[in-house]
């Protein structure tokens, strides 16, 4: 079984585009996942949602969807520095998105789970399994942290992304996968995980890929987009 990973998108539509295509040269995937944090801070709007849907992408509720959820539960929960942009751009994202995408966000699961072909369990969530908010999912995370937030999951690879850096950690006999982000960041790059379940064997394999940064500054420009 092949599944592709990928989280963190915030309406980068150029790199969700780039790394998509990535994937195909590669002989495509059996299930592919988005861990979260679907638009937000990049001009892709509804062609961000129609292209998931479009491939069949199961989704997963992170933080930023919960402006679709609780517009005052979800400003309390922001930092007090990304305060101001964030109101900008849910103003932003209320002109962009249509309602019935918006209604999608509003309703997506915190978590979604497959069973591979061995019987081991795999999950996927924002950051932690019931808080898209957690801050858990670095790489130098205490391990008595992980073994709180993780360690009674029924799952034996657990893949997240939040914190926008790739790492694969063992936890006993648990994987923890951070799949990184396609977008919010300035270095051209997007980045997505391939999880390969071959007998019993576990194969990762981390990607970061170029997309066309000029292009999707002039959407930002073009759109009018927010930003932070």
């Known amino acids: ?7 963190d998108i915030h309406g980068n539509i150029t790199g969700l585009k780039a790394i998509l295509a990535h994937l195909d040269a590669l ?3 059996d299930l592919s996942f988005a861990a979260g944090d679907l638009v937000a801070g990049g001009p892709g709007g509804d062609e961000v949602i129609e292209l998931l849907l479009e491939r069949e992408v199961y989704m997963v509720k992170g933080n930023h969807e919960n402006l679709a959820v609780d517009y005052d539960a979800y400003m309390q929960r922001m930092p007090e520095e990304w305060k101001d942009w964030a109101e900008r751009d849910a103003e932003w994202l209320r002109a962009n998105l249509s309602p019935a995408y918006w209604d999608l966000l509003a309703g997506l699961p915190l978590t979604e789970s497959v069973e591979l072909e061995n019987g081991k369990k795999f999950l996927v969530c924002h950051a932690a ?3 898209p908010w957690a801050y858990v999912c670095a790489q130098d995370t205490p391990r008595d942290v992980l073994q709180d937030t993780f360690g009674s999951v029924d799952a034996d690879v657990i893949a997240y992304g939040h914190m926008h850096l790739h790492h694969m950690l063992w936890m006993d006999a648990k994987l923890l996968l951070n799949v990184a982000s396609v977008g ?4 051209g790059l997007s980045s997505y995980t391939l ?14 890929v170029p997309y066309d940064l000029a ?4 959407l930002i420009v073009e759109r009018g987009v927010p930003l932070p």
Do not use: C, H, W, Y
Not at 1 to 7: G, Q
Not at 195 to 208: A, G, Y
Not at 215 to 218: A, I, N, T, Y
């Open 1 to 7: 079984m092949r599944i592709a990973l990928f989280s």
């Open 27 to 29: 002989g495509g995937t």
């Open 129 to 131: 399994p019931d808080d």
């Open 184 to 187: 919010m960041r300035s270095d």
């Open 195 to 208: 999880f390969k379940s071959v007998d019993s064997r576990l194969v990762v394999q981390q990607f970061q």
């Open 215 to 218: 292009e999707e500054e002039q």
